[in-house]
């Protein structure tokens, strides 16, 4: 029989905390052994019946409570369960929280409990605050020393948060922070691994206002990121314009933003010679302009029209210069019944290990229709209507494997 793991969730004093609950239930219906401590000002954001209620059990509220039962948990809410605890997850790690932790301090039932941790408990911290602060040296300083204390990080991410400003600072969302956890078992196969992912799409200016694109959400290339990291790589992103949600953040994860392909182009050209895995998931624009204007250009009434030219083909360009030990893999999107035809062709003219074909229904949403082809195209794989996270999963295994 499986013994359950031991979950203990340290909640401190920010909004995310209403995130917390969906982990905590979800860990609970997951079959862990589900605890809960909660600082006295996370308390002003959500009550200790909150947890309750989806935990099935009593919630640390404070390090000095009534002692209404004679239960280990009462009596010394500081040991128990802390000193059991296989897994403990600060979410939100505030900044207070992150500095008294990382300093030994204890003068409230969280980071009381993460003082009396056993040597075997995972320790996790979820950051969450303004991004400001995020960036203060004293709050960055203290981050080290959890991290060198072997506390792992989940986020924090790039995205709205709640004071009104867009950057890093949002706690993770809590499917990832459960994946997170759940996966700190996942096999490492890519330890000491570089990945170089470019994902997004591309602008191809016209004039400073208009410019010539392919659409181009960037999941999927935030999921191959994400999945790389889970099984040790560390990656260099390169991406162009997307939505902040859909560009991945975290340790391990370098991230540069371009604009147009020869911009693209020029970065990943910088960082392919040190990659292991090179994975091509842009939606690079295939024309650009001949001339770019520096003005806008004026609307005239009638016909109009520009002289385009073919961008750098990327995915081609590295390819040619690729190494034995170098494994590259390139995205087709196709929408005619010769799809398989045309992307085992790309495989080949552009020097790819494997291609992985994904119908127009993949656009934007959080599935997709993929098949994955290697072996100089001899290998074809229907993978079917998957979620982006499983295919991303399954790209990085296969990479692994070539690797
Ligand atoms: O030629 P096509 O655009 O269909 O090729 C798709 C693959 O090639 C993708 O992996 C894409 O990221 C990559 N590509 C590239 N540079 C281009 C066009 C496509 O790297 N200019």
Not at 45 to 66: C, Q, T
Request: aromatic share 6%; net charge negative.
């Amino acid at each position: 029989m499986q013994i359950k793991k031991t979950v203990l969730l340290g909640i401190g004093g920010g909004i995310a905390a209403f995130k917390s609950i969906q982990v905590a239930s979800t860990l609970f219906q997951n079959g862990f052994d589900v605890h809960v401590a909660m600082s006295p000002s996370s308390q002003n954001f959500i009550k200790p019946l909150s947890f309750s209620a989806v935990i099935n059990r009593p919630v640390l509220s404070s390090l000095f409570p009534e002692l209404q039962t004679n239960d280990k948990e009462t009596i010394y809410p500081h040991l128990f369960p802390a000193n059991h605890a296989d897994i403990f997850v600060l979410l939100p790690a505030t900044a207070n929280m992150i500095a008294k932790v990382a300093h030994g301090f204890g003068p409230e039932v969280v980071s009381a409990c993460a003082l009396s941790l056993p040597e075997h408990c995972k320790r996790y911290y979820c950051p969450a605050m303004n991004a400001e602060m995020w960036q203060q040296i004293t709050v960055q300083n203290n981050m080290t020393l959890l991290d060198d204390l072997g506390w792992q990080r989940i986020g924090p991410e790039q995205g709205h948060l709640a004071c009104g400003v867009i950057g890093e600072g949002r706690m993770s969302e809590p499917e990832s922070i459960i994946d997170a956890i759940c996966n700190k078992d996942e096999p490492k196969i890519l330890a000491d691994k570089r990945v170089l992912i470019l994902s997004g799409p591309t602008l191809e200016h016209i004039d400073p206002v208009r410019f010539i694109s392919n659409g181009s959400s960037g999941k999927m290339g935030k999921e191959l990121a994400l999945a790389a990291v889970r099984f040790g790589a560390s990656v260099d992103f390169i991406s162009g314009p997307v939505a902040s949600p859909n560009l991945p953040s975290g340790p391990g994860i370098k991230v540069k933003n371009i604009l147009s392909a020869k911009e693209m182009l020029y970065e990943a050209e910088n960082s392919f010679p040190e990659a292991d895995i090179a994975l091509f998931v842009a939606a690079v624009s295939d024309y650009m302009p001949v001339e770019t204007n520096s003005s806008k250009l004026p609307k005239n009434k009638g016909e109009f029209s520009l002289k385009f030219e073919s961008t750098p083909d990327i995915a081609a360009t590295l390819g040619s210069t690729k190494t034995d030990e170098q494994i590259c893999i390139g995205f087709a999107l196709e929408t005619n019944s010769d799809a398989v035809d045309k992307a085992k062709s790309k495989l080949k003219s552009k020097n790819l290990d494997a291609i992985i074909l994904n119908g127009i229904k993949s656009f934007g949403g959080e599935k997709g229709h993929f098949s994955y082809i290697s072996e100089c195209g001899q290998n074809v794989e229907k993978w079917g209507v998957i979620p982006k996270t499983q295919c991303a999963q399954q790209i990085i295994n296969k990479a692994a494997e070539l690797v």
